[in-house]
């Protein structure tokens, strides 16, 4: 009876999602031995193939020490954060009509307004995007564009990308092979101008409410060597 | 029978005073989430003359903004410095066990204050590293929300002038909200910074907000100036030992 009043009184309080989202909400770490790599053959456009060359042919070899942007603080740009296998925490938060999710990785923040497009007045495109989010039963279905081109084709092997680039991820609930919680995310990438067709995979992530999102200090490298002159890990840097 | 009635009355009566219980705790906590922008007439100046120990004093004087100011090496402005300075919007997010204070200046990606509600801050603990954001617990307390703030990172400083703080800092808050007649809507913070290495007395400050449901805030890429320059610097290097390889 005392269940049954408090699941009734629930939906009052957090009325713009589903009881799932309680499942969902709180701190998750990637399950990389269960989630998808991605493909190591894109399925790029004849000419974005021909353009990729060219940029190689006119500046590479690349140096991932030096081209890669993440070496330089710069935070990866969508979808990387949440198809990340390294064991980084997020944490998801539901509040009134949104969701936001925290990335331990560069600190970055997505904000996933549910069912309202947000004012895109003097929008610029950025690492995260932007994103609307809607509720197909228990799954969450979030739409990215406007995602930053810069540093999101990185030199390690990723396809370039265009404006045109739309992110659709899945988010759903599950169990693993042990019987908890699973958070997955069906992750598919679309972009007419580079791909020929998308390309889906899913991450599953491993419930962890043991676990804090901390502080990402990125610069702390620089920044030492600035207080203490310790060499940095980054060749170019020392 | 008469027994089950008296258990069933019994478990109504729990069941509503819990379903009143949480109605209450929803309806009592005032709505601070949204977005807010920092109005600087409203809030208070740093006293002058600031009540500095006499260390402080000397590190006061000491300090070199090209060496000693975080942010030009995209680091945070780390608390309290991110909810006292700057002209950045402040974003807050609230549920039923946490207040969250989201800043996102021009630095890291977002500075996020986790506020977790009547949850006792931890025992002090010398393993315990301090953070630049710092630990923090906060209550209700009829309409204004209490934050304590500790474990503070005493690498970051408290305003543009090099004041900086030791990691005794203990920030205590008390977060409101006021109606102005001109501007609306007032988030007000209520700041005290206890650190008795750095101050003599208590310092009392104030910082005001006015709701501002349009602002926005933005991902900031500090780095990107540096990499701009490493990468332009690594290409310098690469053009200038190829001319000289071909000179040869």
């Known amino acids: 009876m005392l269940l049954l009043v408090m699941l009734a009184a629930a939906p009052l309080l957090r009325a713009a999602h589903p009881a799932v989202s309680r499942e969902m909400a709180g701190v998750w770490l990637p399950d990389s031995k269960h989630s998808d790599r991605m493909p190591s053959q894109w399925p790029l456009r004849p000419e974005a193939a021909a353009a990729r060359d060219k940029w190689l042919a006119e500046y590479g070899p690349v140096d991932t020490t030096v081209d890669d942007t993440n070496a330089s603080c710069i935070a990866e740009a969508m979808p990387w954060p949440v198809r990340l296998i390294a064991q980084y925490p997020f944490e998801v938060l539901f509040t009134a009509d949104r969701v936001t999710i925290f990335y331990e990785v560069f600190g970055s923040l997505r904000r996933i307004p549910i069912g309202t497009a947000r004012n895109t007045f003097e929008m610029l495109p950025s690492a995260m995007g932007r994103s609307i989010g809607r509720w197909e039963g228990d799954t969450l279905v979030v739409e990215t564009d406007m995602i930053r081109r810069e540093g999101a084709g990185k030199p390690a092997g990723n396809p370039p990308v265009s404006n045109a680039r739309r992110i659709i991820e899945r988010w759903s609930m599950g169990k693993d092979d042990t019987g908890r919680k699973q958070l997955r995310n069906q992750i598919t990438i679309i972009d007419p101008v580079v791909l020929s067709a998308p390309v889906t995979m899913t991450m599953r992530y491993k419930w962890s409410p043991d676990i804090a999102v901390g502080e990402y200090l990125c610069q702390q490298d620089i920044w030492d060597q600035n207080l203490q002159g310790s060499p940095s890990t980054v060749p170019w840097r020392k | 029978m008469r027994c089950a009635c008296w258990r069933l009355g019994r478990l109504i009566f729990t069941s509503v005073a819990v379903l009143v219980s949480i109605a209450a705790t929803a309806a009592t906590a005032p709505d601070i989430s949204g977005t807010w922008l920092p109005v600087q007439s409203l809030s208070s100046p740093w006293p002058e003359p600031l009540p500095l120990t006499q260390s402080a004093r000397q590190r006061y004087a ?4 090209d060496r000693d100011e975080p942010t030009s ?57 301090p953070t630049w954001l710092g630990t923090s617990s906060g209550r209700w307390r009829a309409q204004t929300l209490e934050v304590e703030t500790v474990e503070l990172e005493p690498q970051a400083i408290l305003n543009a002038s090099g004041l900086s703080h030791s990691g005794a800092l203990r920030m205590q808050e008390r977060w409101h909200l006021e109606r102005d007649a001109e501007r609306g809507r007032l988030l007000v913070d209520d700041i005290v910074l206890n650190d008795p290495q750095t101050f003599t007395a208590p310092l009392r400050l104030k910082r005001v907000f006015v709701w501002a449901p349009d602002a926005r805030l933005a991902e900031g890429q500090c780095s990107e100036r540096l990499w701009i320059d490493q990468i332009w610097r690594h290409r310098l290097r690469e053009h200038a030992a190829a001319r000289k390889a071909g000179a040869r």
């Open chain 2, 62 to 65: 000491a300090f070199d903004p």
């Open chain 2, 73 to 129: 090496f995209c680091m945070p402005l780390g608390t309290p410095r991110n909810t006292l300075s700057g002209t950045s919007p402040l974003e807050v997010l609230q549920t039923s066990d946490r207040v969250y204070f989201v800043f996102q200046p021009n630095l890291l990606n977002a500075e996020t204050r986790r506020v977790y509600l009547d949850k006792p801050l931890p025992a002090a603990d010398a393993d315990r590293l």
